[in-house]
T-cell receptor, first 109, second 115 residues
Framework: GIQVEQSPPDLILQEGANSTLRCNFS?????LQWFHQNPWGQLINLFY???GTKQNGRLSATTVATERYSLLYISSSQTTDSGVYFC???????????FGQGTTLQVKP | GAVVSQHPSWVICKSGTSVKIECRSL??????MFWYRQFPKKSLMLMAT?????????EQGVEKDKFLINHASLTLSTLTVTSAHPEDSSFYIC???????????FGPGTRLTVT
């Protein structure tokens, strides 16, 4: 099945810094989503982005489907951005999402 | 965006008993829902695909007799953990997508503790 790799596994930032999270996948996809998991476990949808570029406030994402990777940019990070960021992909019409191992982000004040 | 709810949010049960977890799509219909399991500090692992009006499809290594899934309507799927044991303790999360895109929306999760 499709493999999903996220990097880095852990990231520590000072408040106000920018960061880039990466997601590599091993096959063509028809769905790619970025999530933020909050301390209570809820997965927050950040982006649905099987291709192209999207922006939402301080967050933006780019997926280059032909090269099988996606990037999540966080600008001017805040302490509330802390948590785990997951990339998940689906490569068939079943809709089944396969998750990467996540990036744990800690933003220090 | 679409809203998915789960009930209960947490449950503690004794070894040998069964526990039912509900997943509802509140503002859309979902012919397919998905059940995931997450261990502490780990990623989400897909357990099964819940299909409205038909049998669930389980991922390799997931015991279908242990984790019973019923998708009785277009807005409700249930996961029953039968004869629970401490190793079944975990965080269970469901997801659903509308029929117009592949985007999935996740419920808030259910934390199960088996004593």
């Amino acid at each position: 099945g499709i493999q999903v790799e996220q990097s880095p596994p852990d990231l520590i930032l000072q408040e106000g810094a920018n960061s880039t999270l990466r997601c590599n996948f091993s096959d063509s996809v028809n769905n790619l989503q970025w999530f933020h998991q909050n301390p209570w476990g809820q997965l927050i949808n950040l982006f649905y982005i099987p291709s192209g570029t999207k922006q939402n406030g301080r967050l933006s994402a780019t997926t280059v489907a032909t090269e099988r990777y996606s990037l999540l940019y966080i600008s001017s990070s805040q302490t509330t951005d802390s948590g785990v960021y997951f990339c998940a992909v689906a490569s068939s019409n079943t809709g089944k999402l396969i998750f990467g191992q996540g990036t744990t982000l800690q933003v220090k004040p | 965006g679409a809203v998915v709810s789960q009930h209960p949010s947490w449950v503690i049960c004794k070894s040998g008993t069964s526990v039912k977890i509900e997943c509802r799509s509140l503002d859309f219909q979902a012919t397919t829902m998905f059940w995931y399991r997450q261990f502490p500090k780990k990623s989400l692992m897909l357990m099964a695909t819940s299909n409205e009006g038909s049998k669930a499809t389980y991922e390799q290594g997931v015991e279908k007799d242990k984790f019973l899934i019923n998708h009785a309507s277009l807005t409700l799927s249930t996961l029953t953990v039968t004869s629970a044991h401490p190793e079944d303790s975990s965080f269970y999360i469901c997801s659903a997508g509308d029929t117009f895109s592949y985007e999935q929306y996740f419920g808030p999760g259910t934390r199960l503790t088996v004593t």
